[in-house]
């Protein structure tokens, strides 16, 4: 894990900004950490929850502990309520189905309004259901990126919305864990 980013860390990970972009956002400082990333108010909120779905950015408790909490709001806002996306989505909850088979048909049947805990949990499902948090990072990590490219073509203000909360979750929990843990 990552304590601290440099400018080059971040260069290294291929951003869509240019280097001059991201010295304005490091703002003379020669390193900053993930809690730091998080509270630039220079930088919008897809970058940062980019950022903190680098390879190393977050240790794996803590990814694991990000992704569980988004996925649980996301799946009980948009599937839990429709009736195409229901009963997978109480099953997902409660933890008795959490297969990447039963998401994927679940996303099958799901209107547009819904398909987007569904989709999400397509590739997070087995990642979520495993035992160690080392084992579910590189499924996790694909999940992120299968979600993110299916949210692009999403309208932009619900997910500006939406990636303003998964900074606030993973802000709260950075925050809420003990220090010198693993969990950060």
């Not at 304590?3 to 260069?11: G, K, M, N, S």
């Amino acid at each position: 894990m990552k304590l601290f980013w440099t400018v080059a860390d971040v260069v290294a990970e291929h951003p869509c900004l240019d280097k001059a972009t991201i010295c304005g956002h490091f703002a003379g400082r020669s390193s900053l950490t993930m809690e730091d990333i998080l509270a630039l108010p220079t930088l919008n909120d897809e970058y940062k929850v980019w950022m903190a779905c680098r390879r190393g950015a977050l240790s794996d408790s803590m990814y694991a502990a990000w992704q569980a909490a988004v996925l649980t709001r996301v799946i009980t806002t948009y599937a839990l309520p429709h009736p195409s996306t229901h009963a997978w989505a109480v099953q997902w909850l409660d933890g008795t189905d959490r297969t990447a088979a039963s998401a994927a048909e679940a996303a099958g049947a799901a209107g547009a309004a819904c398909a987007a805990g569904a989709a999400w949990a397509t590739g997070a499902a087995e990642a979520a259901g495993v035992a160690r948090a080392a084992e579910a990072a590189g499924p996790a990590r694909a999940a992120w990126a299968a979600w993110a490219a299916w949210a692009t073509g999403a309208a932009g203000a619900a997910w500006a919305t939406e990636y303003t909360q998964q900074v606030s979750t993973l802000t709260e929990l950075l925050r809420a864990a003990p220090s010198g843990c693993d969990n950060v």
